[in-house]
C-alpha cells in the first residue's frame, strides 16, 4: 500500500521509498524515512497535495511522490 491510498485520518508506518537518486534524497530530507510514523491530516479538493504529519511537523507532498513511499 502507498501513501496516496491512506485515508484521511489514519496513521500509518513508512516502509520503503521507491525511486533513486535526487528524488529518493528530497523525500528522505523531508523527514520521511523507513519506521517513521505518517498521519494523513487532509487531501486538496482534486486530490493533490497531501498534508501529513510527520515527526510532529506538518508537511505537503504532491500525490506522485506519495505514490513512492510504500506505508503499513
Not at 533513486?20 to 487532509?42: H, Q
Not at 497531501?50 to 513511499?69: M, Q
Request: charged residues 35%; hydrophobic residues 40%; glycine residues 10%.
Amino acid at each position: 500500500m502507498t501513501l496516496k491510498e491512506v485515508r484521511i485520518g489514519q496513521t500509518c508506518t513508512v516502509k520503503r521509498i521507491h525511486g533513486e537518486g535526487a528524488l529518493k534524497r528530497r523525500i528522505m530530507d523531508m523527514g520521511i524515512t523507513k519506521g517513521a510514523k505518517i498521519y494523513v491530516r487532509k487531501v486538496a479538493p482534486l486530490g493533490d497535495p497531501v498534508e501529513i504529519t510527520v515527526r510532529d511537523y506538518e508537511l505537503s507532498i504532491r500525490k506522485g511522490d506519495a505514490e513512492l513511499i510504500e506505508v503499513e
